[in-house]
């Protein structure tokens, strides 16, 4: 699963290490196996998505969100894994030069804010005075 790989929490299982100490020992040239296998978990993520064939094993999608997820070529990328340090800028890279466009939200609760008020905004002008 790729929350096993992917995650905080992945990398303290997997490496014995936070993900900030993994930041720390980060080196460009060759990046850390770890940072590898990371970015190949989310690009094979991407591509199931693209391809229809997601697989959960809790809340599993139904064929109307497999549907209409398959279109994507944007990826968000949340939370510290995906958006703070080295491991946030090499996952961005790998992503990108996968094809895909990615956006880094480096504040969640704003930007979910922001998010709804922008929608909000858009619903009122469409209502009937």
């Given amino acids: 699963m790729a929350e096993d790989i992917l995650s905080g929490r992945g990398v303290l299982s997997?490496?014995?290490?936070?993900?900030?100490?993994?930041?720390?020992?980060?080196?460009?040239?060759?990046?850390?196996?770890?940072?590898?296998?990371?970015?190949?978990v989310g690009i094979a993520l991407i591509q199931a998505i693209k391809s229809g064939h997601v697989t959960k094993k809790n809340f599993p999608w139904t064929e109307e969100d497999t549907t209409q997820a398959k279109p994507i070529n944007h990826v968000i990328l949340g939370g510290s894994i995906g958006t703070k340090g080295q491991i946030g800028r090499y996952l961005k890279e790998r992503i990108t030069i996968?094809?895909?466009?990615?956006?880094?939200?480096?504040?969640p609760i704003l930007d979910t804010i922001q998010g709804l008020?922008?929608?909000?905004?858009?619903?009122?002008k469409s209502m009937p005075n």
């Fill in 14 to 40: 997997n490496l014995n290490m936070t993900a900030k100490e993994l930041n720390e020992t980060f080196a460009s040239d060759p990046p850390h196996e770890y940072l590898v296998k990371m970015a190949d």
């Fill in 98 to 107: 996968a094809g895909f466009h990615v956006h880094q939200i480096e504040s």
């Fill in 117 to 124: 008020n922008s929608h909000y905004l858009k619903l009122k």
